[in-house]
């Protein structure tokens, strides 16, 4: 509960400048004013994505593992990706890159949720998806993509995240809100 002390004093973005422009996030020099004190704030803008928790007929979890150039090393996630436009849908980005990254397919996505990953600089939302009855297609992985897709059981994932060995938001928060909703 907010006392006379911290009340929220208004914010008002005074002028917005393009300081980089790259392939998936452009980022921004925001000058703010609160409650009458100018100061400024890193904003960075990304079009948004969408990510997929692929299960198995017999339980297991497709999960896909690849360099993360700003960790310097594979991690371990569910296969999300890029909306490919601003305004994509989130199902429709979900249904491509879980062909495009496992070499699976379905018809029966799931919503679970939405992610904004880093909300104190970023405004990236991911739609993440359930996709269940899952059939067999083809990879199509982008120029820049090295992937191993690997089936793991629920309750390994779930002892990697509580280890810190899995720290990927959207998969943490898939597989957790997955293991809530479905009692796993």
């Known amino acids: 509960m907010l006392n006379a002390d911290n009340a929220q004093k208004p914010i008002r973005l005074i002028e917005r400048k393009e300081a980089y422009k790259g392939k998936v996030i452009t980022v921004y020099d925001d000058l703010v004013d609160i409650g009458g004190h100018e100061t400024h704030w890193d904003f960075i803008h990304h079009d948004g994505a969408a990510a997929v928790l692929p299960v198995l007929e017999d339980g297991r979890i497709l999960m896909v593992r690849q360099f993360r150039h700003a960790l310097g090393r594979y991690t371990l996630e569910i296969p999300a990706g890029k ?3 601003p ?3 989130f199902l429709e980005c979900a249904k491509r890159e879980l062909e495009e990254e ?3 397919y379905s018809d029966d996505l ?3 949720l939405f992610v904004n990953t880093t909300v104190a600089f ?3 939302k991911i739609g993440i998806y359930l996709a269940r009855d899952l059939k067999k ?3 199509h992985w982008d120029d820049d993509e090295e992937l191993g897709v690997e089936a793991w059981e629920l ?3 779930k002892q990697m995240i509580f280890r810190g060995e899995m720290t990927d938001g959207k998969t943490v928060a898939a597989l ?4 809530a909703k479905f009692g796993k």
């Open 83 to 85: 909306l490919d436009e």
């Open 87 to 89: 305004g994509e849908p």
């Open 102 to 104: 496992t070499g699976y």
């Open 110 to 112: 799931e919503f679970l």
């Open 122 to 124: 970023l405004d990236e």
């Open 137 to 139: 297609g083809e990879t």
């Open 155 to 157: 309750e390994d994932l």
């Open 176 to 179: 957790m809100t997955y293991a």
